[in-house]
């Protein structure tokens, strides 16, 4: 069968050629520009040496391949005779073309012509290597082409070459000569065939074509390193010391890998980048101990083992700066002087990205904090080792506020002070970032037997001020802790008790240190099953709607609807909103039930036999995902409701978390001619400065005030005061839970002008309330 031979690896084998060819090409010319017959001797050797190398690695490449597709080994001897084959040619070549500054265009290209015999006497050579069971049959008029290609290439390359003094026809005639020598290996491919006969048995004192492969790049590197003593060598004694010196320094800029030649660990010679590990010059170097730049306990036994695997150690340059290398070594003999030769390759760079990998790996990188990895590690570490474990979870209890008012930059300033103030308050704990405005920390020992103090310590430091974005700001925090064992004996069972502890201190008011308790995982995890139920409520038709009235205060006639929201889960019946709606809230669940609401309300609006207001209330949280205004237009056209139907109803939540948005969003309301009402007014502690600010259309007084218009002389004060308010600003006023005449009777008497309520009429599906279009006198009875 036909040799198998792999297209791509011609162009590999090009590396290797061109590498050869460029190495060659500069010792022949330095042998060339010789000033003596021994130097010109000298290099002519290295020249053969280095070049020979080359062309044995990529014989050695192509004969693998060519056996490759059956079993079949390579006789080292024969490999070594391919090497003797190809550096006695290309000493001859070398020989034939003097300075090419003096010679003829034929003894130019006579010696490439030699070149390109020697590499295809090597390559014949080396297709004898190969044992295998069968036979290896060579077509002589191929072989005989393929030999024309790579001598004719060769040639013309060292014509191109002798053409012109100018230094750019070197590389073309290098890609000749590398053209040459892919086109005769594609021509010999063709003339070589294995045939396979089983009856063969194959050798058992051949190497795998792996391992020729190895062999050969191994004299490669020996044959370079000699080939780099040498030059040293030559350059330090031999005649002509400085120009030699000047070929030295260009030969050894081309390794970016430190050299450093001893004798007795004393420097002999360096070449410029380990000089340059060093920080000296090289003739500052040579003499000294090689010791004086190795920082390590014991540099002279470092430097005295046998390094033929790199170690990593560590160079002290001049300067006090250390760098980590890796050190290799070898022994040989120059000029019957024992000598040690180490190669230095600089991997400090290496070594800093890998740390700075690790870090970013283990550490947030906007506080500098450990992160959620390093945290999970650490807290199971500390649980193993046993004893009292302290785990605290702290959150910031208005950094959303503050990042929507100021922005994100000042919401990672905030960030970074918090994670100031947390470490400087718990100095022997372990503090980690796990996300947004999530914080934990560790702390054992003593620590973990006084976490309580702890806990309100960091509280203490959170609710301290700080300027921010060139305001004074309070951000705050809560904190919740467990104790294990005896809050959890496992790192799962303490976060949640951790977290548990954490939801009570937010719960119980914010700004708060609560410690685990009995019964708070139970809350937890009735939260978290709630939320998990919400979130599916809406595709399970859970939700629906109740109606409650709202009537003229003096005529009783019905006005409109709010509408109230419901839930009737499967297993724990109808849910008080007050249960639901803060758990909806906490996950977001909130913008698509209220998005529900929204259309249920108004689809069902629609429907009314009476053009009557319909009011629905929007949560806070509702205006900070998405674009809410644009939700209702587009509900009002789908259902046909008029615009001056419907009134929002918002808190003061909805101010408190950006002022400038909020209001953008309420004027584009009022653009829209959707009506705004003010809920709950009177409970928040800046109401009358957004009575100035917001274009509202109605204030609603809670109905805490009154429920105790009979008992508290307080509250009727503020009711008479917020209806004057009104009246002054010309804003209706609703007063809700009115359950009984007299309350009805006090708020007819200041003008109040709507009221809802028990006395009204209780919450319930609209189909209850179609009577009381006919019958508001029942209000007066």
Not at 590 to 616: D, N, T, Y
Not at 721 to 729: H, K, Q, T
Request: hydrophobic share 50%; glycine share 8%.
């Amino acid at each position: 069968m036909a040799a198998g031979f792999d297209i791509g690896l011609l162009a590999t084998l090009a590396v290797p050629s061109l590498i050869g060819a460029f190495f060659w090409a500069g010792f022949a010319r330095a042998g060339a520009h010789a000033e003596t017959a021994s130097t010109r001797v000298l290099w002519i050797a290295l020249a053969a040496v280095v070049g020979a190398a080359f062309i044995t690695l990529v014989g050695a490449s192509f004969v693998s391949a060519v056996g490759a597709p059956v079993s079949a080994v390579y006789d080292l001897r024969v490999m070594a005779l391919a090497f003797v084959a190809a550096a006695t040619l290309l000493a001859v070549s070398s020989a034939i073309v003097p300075d090419r500054r003096r010679a003829d265009m034929f003894s130019m290209v006579l010696g490439g012509v030699v070149v390109g015999l020697a590499f295809a006497a090597s390559h014949y050579v080396a297709l004898f290597s190969v044992r295998l069971s069968g036979r290896l049959l060579i077509d002589d008029g191929m072989l005989a082409t393929a030999i024309a290609a790579v001598a004719a290439g060769a040639g013309a390359s060292f014509a191109i070459a002798g053409h012109s003094e100018r230094s750019r026809t070197l590389p073309l005639g290098l890609a000749v000569f590398t053209a040459g020598g892919i086109a005769f290996h594609m021509l010999l491919l063709d003339g070589v065939t294995v045939a396979s006969d089983p009856r063969v048995p194959l050798p058992n004192d051949g190497v795998s074509g792996d391992q020729l492969l190895l062999v050969s790049l191994g004299f490669l590197s020996v044959a370079l390193i000699l080939a780099l003593v040498g030059v040293l060598v030559e350059a330090r004694f031999g005649a002509g010391g400085v120009s030699r010196q000047a070929r030295l320094e260009t030969f050894a800029d081309l390794s970016s890998e430190g050299i450093v030649i001893c004798e007795d660990l004393r420097v002999v010679d360096v070449n410029v980048a380990a000089a340059r590990m060093i920080g000296l010059d090289p003739s500052t170097i040579r003499g000294r101990a090689f010791r004086d730049f190795v920082d390590a306990p014991n540099p002279d036994r470092v430097l005295s083992a046998s390094l033929a695997k790199p170690q990593e150690i560590t160079i002290r340059s001049m300067g006090g700066a250390l760098s980590t290398v890796e050190l290799a070594s070898r022994d040989m003999m120059v000029l019957s002087r024992p000598r040690r030769v180490f190669n230095l390759r600089d991997i400090s760079e290496q070594k800093r990205t890998e740390s700075r990998i690790r870090h970013l790996a283990y550490h947030d990188p906007l506080t500098g904090l450990a992160n959620r990895a390093a945290f999970n590690e650490a807290l199971a570490a500390a649980m193993r080792r046993g004893g009292e474990v302290a785990l605290f979870c702290i959150d910031l209890d208005k950094f959303k506020e503050i990042n929507d008012v100021f922005g994100h930059s000042a919401g990672d300033e905030v960030l970074r002070i918090a994670a100031q103030r947390i470490t400087g308050a718990a100095p022997g704990v372990m503090v980690f970032r796990l996300g947004g405005d999530e914080f934990v920390a560790i702390g054992t020992g003593a620590d973990a037997g006084d976490a309580d103090k702890l806990a309100r310590r960091i509280v203490e430091r959170l609710n301290t001020e700080a300027m921010v974005a060139g305001k004074l700001v309070s951000c705050g925090g809560s904190v919740g802790y467990a104790i294990a064992p005896h809050h959890g004996a496992t790192t799962d069972t303490l976060f949640a008790n951790a977290d548990a502890a954490l939801y009570r201190a937010k719960a119980d008011g914010r700004g708060l240190a609560r410690g685990f308790e009995a019964g708070m995982d139970l809350a937890l995890r009735e939260r978290w099953a709630m939320q998990q139920d919400l979130s599916t409520a809406i595709s399970r038709n859970e939700m629906f709607l109740h109606w409650m009235p709202q009537a003229n205060t003096e005529t009783g006639e019905i006005v409109g609807f709010e509408a109230l929201l419901r839930w009737k889960h499967p297993e724990r019946g109808v849910v008080p909103p007050a249960q639901f709606i803060p758990a909806a809230e906490q996950n977001a669940s909130i913008v698509p039930i209220g998005e529900w609401v929204l259309r249920a309300a108004c689809r069902e609006a629609a429907r009314w036999p009476k053009a009557c207001k319909v009011a629905v209330n929007l949560s806070p949280v509702q205006f900070q995902h998405g674009d809410i205004v644009a939700l209702v237009h587009e509900i009002l056209l789908e259902t046909g409701l008029s615009p001056a139907r419907l009134e929002i109803e918002i808190t003061e939540g909805v101010l408190l978390d950006d002022h400038a948005a909020a209001l953008n969003t309420l004027r584009r309301f009022k653009t829209l001619g959707v009506q705004i009402a003010l809920d709950d007014f009177g409970t928040g502690y800046s109401s009358l400065s957004y009575l100035q600010s917001f274009p509202f259309d109605r204030l609603k007084i809670d109905a805490s005030f009154i429920k105790a218009l009979a008992t508290s002389p307080q509250a009727q004060a503020i009711v008479r005061s917020v209806l004057a308010l009104g009246e002054s600003l010309r804003l209706p006023i609703t007063a809700e839970g009115v359950e009984t005449q007299e309350q009805r009777a006090f708020l007819a008497e200041l003008r109040c002008d709507e009221i809802q309520g028990y006395l009204v009429g209780r919450p319930s599906p609209v189909v209850s309330f179609q009577s009381l279009f006919e019958k508001p006198q029942r209000l007066l009875a």
